[in-house]
């Protein structure tokens, strides 16, 4: 458990799950302590525990993508916490494909009911905080990207250093194109929440991603 983000308005705190590494984020308003589980890979025990300690309300699980590695720990979230389950509408196929390879590690996994399905422009609110949808494809159909003030979760699409994959069922290298654009057209100073590794930021991401570097000079 990681505090990775603070100010007077909103915390961020990460934690390193599941058997993939996932990122998951919790983020909370401070004034009226509701928040978001981003991307809950595995290791619900250690989600809840972290939970405990800060005694935040949680109103959304959102997933940027629905590969089994962001919503691993999804279903018992759900059974312990008065939240909704969200994602893109796009990745449903990707939701029940996941399924197989949850139940590698939790046998009677079952897919969560998607409470709420959000597209580009939409919004996550929570307290005083908004969390703005920027629709996100190339690693699945339905992968999504969360805004906030100077910070952004990517998921699988940007990471330091790298990008997303887009050789799995549903990836598409155009697409990821597009929206590796989409993200650079955010300020250098926004801090980038990947869903495996370490931070960044759109800047540095620029001057020092090669993959990020090639799509810019091929799209100029």
């Known amino acids: ?17 599941g058997p993939l590494a996932t990122n998951t ?5 401070m004034g009226e302590m509701e928040g978001v589980i981003i991307d809950p ?6 989600i809840l525990d972290a939970l405990k300690r800060i005694h935040v ?6 997933a940027t993508h629905a590969h089994f590695d962001h919503v691993l720990a999804a279903p018992v979230l759900l059974d312990y916490l008065d939240a909704e389950f969200v994602m ?26 998607v409470d709420l399905f959000v597209d580009e422009g939409d919004e996550i609110v929570f307290g005083e905080t908004v969390l703005k949808v920027i629709h996100t494809p190339g690693h699945t159909p339905g992968s999504i990207s969360l805004l906030g003030e100077d910070y952004v979760f990517t998921g699988d ?17 155009e697409q990821m194109v597009d929206s590796i654009i989409k993200l650079m ?8 929440y990947p869903g495996h590794g370490k931070t960044t930021s759109i800047g540095r991401e620029k001057r020092e991603n090669p993959y990020v570097r090639r799509i810019l000079n091929y799209k100029a």
């Open 41 to 46: 890979g595995g290791d619900a025990d250690k």
């Open 157 to 173: 699409t940007l990471f330091r250093g790298v990008i997303g994959r887009t050789d799995f069922p549903g990836g598409s290298w």
């Open 88 to 113: 893109h509408r796009e990745d449903l196929e990707i939701l029940e494909y996941s399924t197989y390879l949850c139940r590698s590690y939790v046998p009677d996994w079952s897919p969560p009911e």
């Open 25 to 29: 984020y919790i983020v909370y308003d």
């Open 57 to 62: 309300d949680i109103k959304y699980i959102v």
């Open 1 to 17: 458990m990681e505090l990775v983000y603070s100010n007077n308005n909103v915390r961020i705190i990460k934690l390193v799950v």
């Open 185 to 192: 057209a955010l300020p250098d100073e926004t801090k980038v």
